[in-house]
């Protein structure tokens, strides 16, 4: 296999494990376990190291390892400021580009919940579903600099969603309610009232964000029992 395949194998081998907590947050690795596990030299293994590094995934600690980036309070904060400065603001000024088939799919998916849907049977159905929305409305933002930052905080999200676990019935029909809030001003080209519904959804999420990191997953991840005020 070329180098520059077995380099990107590698990558995205470490990445998936780290978002996905296999690799969990604060979690100690070494380049020799990264080269058993994937049968690879140590020179693909360092070149996603780096690539990871930059993504803020991991931390090159001196005579330490290698460390998963922990999620803290504080990291959880910044993801979710950052979701308020782009997403809302995508809507407003890049609205009209989403595409109508698109819109059109998620109002029949939103509108039409009920307890035997496969989202309510399968997370993993309901995580990509979820993602494939928001990364929609960002992505048909042709700014490529809001893409690439976007990416890393997608990431992070990823893992906070793999961390905190299962989500309850109640919230996904609260999520369902909040995108179809979103969806019905898009299919209207009301963006302002849109970007309104967007700021909402990316609270109520983070509320919800933070009940399930303090109520099931305090002691794993270090943080403290006494939630933070939120922004």
């Known amino acids: 296999m070329p180098k520059t395949n077995l380099k990107t194998l590698a990558y995205h081998h470490i990445r998936q494990k780290i978002i996905t907590c296999e690799y969990a947050p604060g979690a100690f690795l070494n380049e020799e376990m990264l080269t058993e596990d994937m049968h690879l030299s140590r020179t693909p293994v360092r070149d996603a190291l780096s690539r990871l590094e930059q993504e803020g995934l991991i931390q090159i600690r001196s005579k330490r390892g290698i460390m998963v980036t922990?999620?803290?309070?504080?990291?959880?904060?910044?993801?979710y400021e950052m979701r308020l400065l782009y997403e809302p603001y995508a809507l407003m000024n890049y609205g009209a580009l989403l595409p109508q088939e698109s819109l059109t799919e998620f109002y029949h998916i939103f509108s039409h919940k009920n307890s035997n849907n496969e989202c309510f049977q399968n997370n993993d159905y309901f995580y990509d579903l979820d993602s494939r929305f928001h990364?929609?409305?960002?992505?048909?933002c042709p700014n490529t600099y809001i893409h690439r930052s976007y990416r890393l905080i997608h990431a992070q999200d990823t893992r906070l969603r793999y961390m905190t676990g299962n989500v309850s019935n109640n919230r996904l029909e609260e999520t369902f309610r909040e995108h179809l809030a979103i969806t019905v001003p898009c299919l209207q080209g009301n963006w302002e009232k849109a970007a309104e519904k967007m700021v909402l959804h990316i609270a109520e999420s983070k509320k919800s964000a933070f009940h399930l990191i303090f109520e099931n997953s305090a002691d794993s991840i270090h943080l403290p029992k006494t939630p933070p005020a939120f922004l």
């Open 70 to 79: 922990p999620l803290s309070v504080k990291e959880i904060n910044m993801i």
């Open 135 to 140: 990364l929609m409305i960002i992505e048909t």
